[in-house]
């Protein structure tokens, strides 16, 4: 009897222990779930952000080299293009903390892996794409806008500090050669995150995917 009662022990503990490790199983692709579709949301958010900025920064430029005078409000408005603010933060504390403490490894199956391996390989495309981005706004073409110029926002404002624009000088500077290159420079930079936010989205959309299937 004594023998019976401790195997009869042990099989009560394992029990228990599978079913606490079920239920934790259970939480952790909610909170997942919960994490990646608000991270492919704001990837959807992004992009659109990433699509008017692109709008804008390609209409400057074509009104740059039209022959049709456009008005100096329409020309600050499209400048304003690639200055905008593109938001973008996922949401991965579930999924890092899975990560970090092991629980990922209660999530089993290869179309999930093969998930969440793509989404990884996607933030850092995004990431690579966003430090570039940086790079190239603080020391790249835009770095001799403000040198020659004094401030970037001379573009995209009526005046600077300092000093007002007029229209002949605003027009002379928004044609310059400087001025143009950083403008198309910045627009392939756009162009390549919103290509990352692109990848992101579909990447957490998957994820998602391989989740529900496993619920």
Known sequence: M???????????????????????????????????QVTRDRAAEGATDAEEMIARTEGFLMAVGSDELIPLDSMRY?????????DFQPTLG????????????????????????????????????????????????TAAVRAEFGSIRVLYRDSVPYRQVSESEYRRIASSPSVTGAMEGLLVLIINLRSGLFRIEERAADVIEALQAIR
């Open 78 to 86: 499209l400048a304003l293009g690639p200055f905008m603010t593109m």
């Open 94 to 141: 579930t999924y890092q903390a899975a990560i970090s403490t092991g629980a990922l490894q209660l999530l089993e199956g290869p179309d999930l892996k093969r998930a969440f391996s793509a989404f990884d390989e996607a933030v850092r495309y995004l990431e690579l794409r966003s430090d570039i981005f940086v790079e190239e706004y603080n020391t790249g073409p």
């Open 2 to 36: 004594i023998v019976a009662s401790i195997l009869l022990a042990f099989g009560i503990d394992a029990w228990g222990e599978r079913v606490q490790q079920a239920g934790n199983r259970a939480t952790l692709v909610e909170n997942l779930l919960e994490d990646f």
